[in-house]
């Protein structure tokens, strides 16, 4: 029999409720891999066990008498360490809040509960959700599995959740992004991640970096996978004020209508430089390969260059400060001394500075709107090479060059895995769609998926 930690989430859902698997199975067979990787991969805050076996006993029990309560019911599913659950401990990555016990339950995890999914435990994040590579000072950082010798960038913010969809400890997780921290931790860890529109998913109830541009999102194994989930999370929700008359959206009607017929368009050629070869080469397969599915390869003449949009940071690092400034002012705090660098940079952005990016995040969503008329995603590698020795990052940069855009100008995006390089270590593109337009990522994502197998590739773990 197969073992139940290597099927993909809508297989398990599927086995499970045609009674061919129990949800006790499941869950055991994901807490047995906790039990044998954790020491080594260290990608959860905490594990859930007990409670964990609890729930499946209870699913299964309902399902056997005819009772599930959603399609779900009985799937495990992780959760990044910023989203809260009532009387559980929710750290946000920083060693000062290890006694921190939540007083609510976060709504899409309310969401994923009323569905009878079965929460295995909290994933590790950067501190605050501050940060790219995936890197943690005093919480820890988690082992890519792709590379059990040297330890490499796992990704970040949501580095556990990477960390533990790739090594098959969950099935899938959540992670959040408001500067690429579901896409970062995607490519690096060879999974497929949605960073769905501001407002497309709530926030209620998780532990924010920048209201602004904080964005909820599932990572996992495939397109199919984060579509289903997907459909769980987005919807209206009166606890959180950008979802107001933002409707749910169901992208399973048009999933598998291939993309012939739809006009997808490359980087602009300067954008090539600074990428790894491995990369870009994986990058002009994928387009190759949408090409010969149908759809129509375009130019583009974007009104900005991606490194440039760095200067638009002024809204995170005025929003962190908002939130942590005083914790990073107190020098005897034990925070991430990376962390606490980039929130006290916050102090320096004024009402002026701030009120201007904003101005100018308007200007430039208008511009962009208008290079994409006609055309229906833009295709980027996701980062600009496969993920780094620990040793060789740099924490003065980031590796969202491609991916902080689509935050600022309110986009959505879809990461999923192209390629590998020569040492075995996962590539990534990344499909972006104009706002609330995730049906269309997911379904040139699934067109491309359908095409080719390197979503199929696991670790040796």
């Not at 987005?234 to 409707?247: E, K, L, V």
């Amino acid at each position: 029999m197969t073992d139940p930690a290597e099927l993909s989430a809508h297989l398990l859902a599927g086995a499970i409720a045609t009674r061919k698997i129990s949800p006790i199975e499941v869950v055991e067979a994901h807490l047995d891999r906790i039990a044998r990787l954790e020491p080594k991969l260290r990608a959860f805050v905490e594990v859930y066990a007990d409670d964990a076996r609890l729930a499946a006993e209870g699913a299964d029990r309902m399902i056997r008498a005819g009772h599930a309560v959603g399609p779900l019911h009985g799937v495990p599913v992780a959760l990044k360490d910023l989203i809260d659950l009532e009387g559980r401990i929710t750290t946000g990555g920083s060693a000062h809040f290890r006694e921190r016990r939540a007083t609510e339950t976060a709504t899409i995890a309310r969401r994923m509960l009323a569905q009878g999914m079965i929460v295995l435990g909290k994933t590790h994040t950067v501190e605050f959700a501050y940060g790219g590579w995936g890197t943690n000072q005093h919480m820890g950082t988690p082992w890519n599995p792709w590379d059990l010798e040297t330890p490499r960038t796992p990704g970040g913010s949501s580095s556990g959740s990477g960390v533990a969809v790739a090594a098959r400890m969950a099935p899938w997780a959540i992670g959040t992004d408001t500067g690429g921290s579901v896409r970062l931790p995607a490519s690096f860890c060879g999974l497929t991640g949605l960073k769905v529109t501001i407002g497309r998913v709530s926030t209620a109830g998780i532990v924010p970096l920048s209201t602004t541009l904080d964005t909820p999102g599932p990572m996992a194994r495939s397109v199919e996978d984060v579509a289903l989930l997907y459909t769980i999370l987005s919807g209206p929700d009166p606890r959180d004020p950008n979802t107001r008359g933002i409707a749910p959206e169901d992208p399973m009607p048009v999933l598998h209508r291939g993309v012939r017929g739809l006009r997808l368009a490359r980087m602009p050629a300067a954008e090539r430089a600074g990428v790894s070869s491995e990369m870009l080469d994986a990058y002009d397969a994928s387009l190759e390969a949408l090409a010969r599915l149908g759809a129509e390869i375009v130019d583009i003449d974007l009104p900005f260059r991606f490194v440039d949009l760095v200067t638009t940071s002024a809204i995170v690092m005025a929003e962190c400060y908002f939130f942590n400034g005083a914790l990073s002012e107190d020098r005897a705090s034990r925070l991430d001394e990376d962390v606490r660098l980039r929130t006290l940079a916050g102090a320096g952005v004024s009402a002026q500075d701030y009120l201007r990016t904003r101005r100018m995040q308007q200007e430039m969503k208008a511009a962009f709107a208008r290079a994409m008329d006609g055309i229906d995603a833009l295709l980027t590698p996701t980062t600009e090479s496969a993920a780094i020795p620990l040793d060789a990052v740099d924490q003065a940069v980031m590796p969202s060059r491609f991916t902080r855009f689509g935050n600022l100008l309110e986009l959505c995006a879809l990461a999923l895995p192209n390629g590998f390089t020569t040492k075995g270590l996962p590539l990534s593109l990344q499909i972006v769609c104009r706002g609330y337009d995730e049906a269309t990522a997911l379904r040139i994502g699934q067109a491309y998926q359908g095409a080719t197998e390197w979503h199929l590739r696991a670790p040796a773990v």
